[in-house]
């Protein structure tokens, strides 16, 4: 029986759960814009999410992500009548599936490129959906849906919560969020978490071991654009607005750095990535009026001057460069009582395949799991 590991590393596991009683605790200790802030935080953290599924865990860039995160919010925006309150559990129902379909129809042929072809042709389908809204007037044109009354989420005359309560928004976004959190965490645990993780590495190899890899691309493309769903559903709850800026490639672009800042392929990564984007665009914009120059209306170019320097002093995110900290203070296989220290942070037994004495810790890849699995089958 392998030795138990240290209790730092059990600690991390209760991290998630510090952090989701924090965020319960926080609309009572704070005001609107704060708790409104934190909400917006926690929707680009699903947002993020999402992408980090395709982009970090099953390698496909995808720079048109954005589209199923606006096809969520057009979701809510239309089905609201004109004067009354949709119904809250079939309008998210509805956007899931909208979104999930969406990227179900367009992964069929998007997943069959690869490389810079995929990024392009993801992006040319988001600019086809960005523009549909925005030169026709299904949906409002440029100028969007305002949605004035928030929709009821009443079960047989019982209202669990009031939508047009702003903490209540609040804690409907924290449970989507925490729901997600637990879902991404299970599936990549699983064996198609195992798989797609294959694929990233190496898929042809993955293809020679009998997966068939293109409808895992195709239904890890579909999760990912349904989740994405769920996140333009609560930001149009949140704001009452949506307008054709939802489906744009800008936003695409910022949840993509976003998932880079914190780092790809982990689950908290892009939201840590997500809540630091969003601090540091607020805290930007307010910066003061130097010699003249207004620095906060030029925030823009200061955030642009900090993802360069990200991007070159932090390869492998704000997680990762926590990994590293963490590493150099003495977290190694002699000091982990027969445990290896994976680049996620999490720690495997020194007999777990590919994680022998001696072994480089790049060494513990998915690939390595999945063939132990396949070895095992037969």
Same mark, same amino acid.
């Given at each position: 029986?392998?030795?138990?590991?240290?209790?730092?590393?059990?600690?991390?596991?209760?991290?998630?759960?510090?952090?989701?009683?924090?965020?319960?605790?926080?609309?009572?200790?704070?005001?609107?814009?704060?708790?409104?802030?934190?909400? $917006?935080?926690?929707?680009?953290?699903?947002?993020? @999410?999402?992408?980090?599924?395709?982009?970090?865990?099953?390698?496909?860039?995808?720079?048109?992500?954005?589209?199923?995160?606006?096809?969520?919010?057009?979701?809510?925006?239309? @089905?609201?009548?004109?004067?009354?309150?949709?119904?809250?559990?079939?309008?998210?129902?509805?956007?899931?599936?909208?979104?999930?379909?969406?990227?179900?129809?367009?992964?069929?042929?998007?997943?069959?490129?690869?490389?810079?072809?995929?990024?392009?042709?993801?992006?040319?389908?988001?600019?086809?959906?960005?523009?549909?809204?925005?030169?026709?007037?299904?949906?409002?044109?440029?100028?969007?849906?305002?949605?004035?009354?928030?929709?009821?989420?009443?079960?047989?005359?019982?209202?669990?919560?009031?939508?047009?309560?702003?903490?209540?928004?609040?804690?409907?976004?924290?449970?989507?969020?925490?729901?997600?959190?637990?879902?991404?965490?299970?599936?990549?645990?699983?064996?198609?978490?195992?798989?797609?993780?294959?694929?990233?590495?190496?898929?042809?190899?993955?293809?020679?071991?009998?997966?068939?890899?293109?409808?895992? $691309?195709?239904?890890?493309?579909?999760?990912?654009?349904?989740?994405?769903?769920?996140?333009?559903?609560?930001?149009?709850?949140?704001?009452?607005?949506?307008?054709?800026?939802?489906?744009?490639?800008?936003?695409?672009?910022?949840?993509?750095?976003?998932?880079?800042?914190?780092?790809?392929?982990?689950?908290?990564?892009?939201?840590?990535?997500?809540?630091?984007?969003?601090?540091?665009?607020?805290?930007?914009?307010?910066?003061?009026?130097?010699?003249?120059?207004?620095?906060? $209306?030029?925030?823009?170019?200061?955030?642009?001057?900090?993802?360069?320097?990200?991007?070159?002093?932090?390869?492998?995110?704000?997680?990762?460069?926590?990994?590293?900290?963490?590493?150099?203070?003495?977290?190694?296989?002699?000091?982990?009582?027969?445990?290896?220290?994976?680049?996620?942070?999490?720690?495997?037994?020194?007999?777990?395949?590919?994680?022998?004495?001696?072994?480089?810790?790049?060494?513990?890849?998915?690939?390595?799991?999945?063939?132990?699995?396949?070895?095992?089958?037969?």
């Amino acid at each position: 029986m392998s030795p138990r590991p240290p209790n730092r590393h059990r600690l991390a596991h209760w991290i998630p759960v510090l952090v989701v009683i924090g965020l319960t605790l926080l609309p009572w200790i704070t005001d609107k814009f704060y708790v409104q802030f934190v909400a $917006k935080m926690m929707i680009m953290g699903i947002f993020a @999410m999402s992408l980090d599924l395709l982009l970090g865990h099953a390698g496909l860039v995808s720079f048109g992500h954005a589209a199923f995160y606006g096809i969520g919010a057009y979701a809510l925006a239309l @089905m609201t009548p004109a004067y009354q309150a949709a119904n809250f559990w079939l309008s998210l129902a509805a956007a899931i599936g909208l979104s999930g379909l969406a990227a179900l129809i367009i992964g069929f042929f998007v997943v069959r490129t690869h490389g810079i072809y995929f990024i392009m042709v993801t992006l040319a389908f988001a600019q086809m959906l960005f523009f549909v809204f925005h030169d026709t007037r299904i949906a409002g044109g440029t100028d969007g849906i305002f949605i004035d009354i928030r929709p009821d989420a009443s079960l047989s005359g019982w209202v669990p919560f009031d939508l047009e309560n702003f903490v209540h928004v609040y804690f409907v976004a924290l449970a989507c969020f925490a729901l997600v959190y637990v879902l991404l965490r299970v599936l990549l645990r699983s064996p198609f978490g195992h798989v797609i993780s294959g694929i990233r590495v190496n898929e042809p190899r993955m293809r020679s071991l009998g997966y068939r890899t293109f409808g895992y $691309k195709l239904v890890c493309f579909s999760i990912g654009g349904a989740i994405a769903g769920i996140a333009g559903y609560l930001s149009a709850l949140q704001f009452g607005v949506v307008n054709p800026e939802f489906l744009g490639w800008h936003l695409s672009a910022a949840v993509m750095m976003m998932v880079i800042l914190g780092g790809m392929g982990t689950v908290a990564g892009p939201i840590l990535g997500a809540s630091v984007w969003m601090v540091l665009e607020l805290g930007l914009q307010d910066l003061p009026t130097v010699a003249g120059v207004d620095l906060g $209306k030029h925030w823009q170019l200061w955030m642009g001057s900090f993802i360069v320097l990200a991007s070159l002093w932090l390869p492998n995110g704000l997680l990762g460069l926590l990994s590293t900290w963490r590493a150099a203070f003495g977290a190694r296989t002699s000091q982990t009582g027969g445990q290896v220290l994976r680049p996620d942070g999490s720690t495997v037994p020194a007999d777990y395949p590919g994680a022998s004495t001696g072994a480089s810790i790049a060494s513990v890849t998915p690939l390595a799991s999945v063939e132990a699995r396949q070895a095992g089958n037969e």
